[in-house]
Nanobody, 120 residues
């Protein structure tokens, strides 16, 4: 079993910054993808940013140039730097990982989520 622990959410004013961190623990053989998703009230969960194979990154158009994802596959961690935050970034942010364990197949796990609220 793999557990994801997130930290770093909170309340911030528009234009402010936050850093979200996520650590995966368990019997992980290797990491395929680590990512951040978010879900705002009344909306579907959406991909914010992902890091594939430890180096290839992708971002939602709405956060390009403002958010930066970074990861450390050796430590099974991923962080998301959120800059120039807007009220529309308000959501619960979820850490996601797609990993290989010491058994066949790839496995997906989600963190419990951390609230980010952007408001004056």
């Amino acid at each position: 079993q793999v557990h994801l622990v997130e930290s770093g959410g909170g309340l911030v004013q528009p234009g402010g910054s936050l850093t979200l961190s996520c650590a995966a623990s368990g019997s992980i053989s290797s990491v395929n993808v680590m990512a951040w998703y978010r879900q705002a009230p009344g909306k579907q969960r959406e991909l914010v940013a992902e890091i594939i194979g430890g180096d290839t990154t992708n971002y939602a158009d709405s956060v390009k140039g403002r958010f930066t994802i970074s990861g450390d596959n050796a430590k099974n961690t991923v962080s998301l730097q959120l800059n120039s935050l807007k009220p529309e970034d308000t959501a619960v942010y979820y850490c996601y990982c797609n990993v290989r364990l010491f058994r066949p197949g790839s496995h997906i796990y989600w963190g419990p989520g951390t609230q980010v609220t952007v408001s004056s």
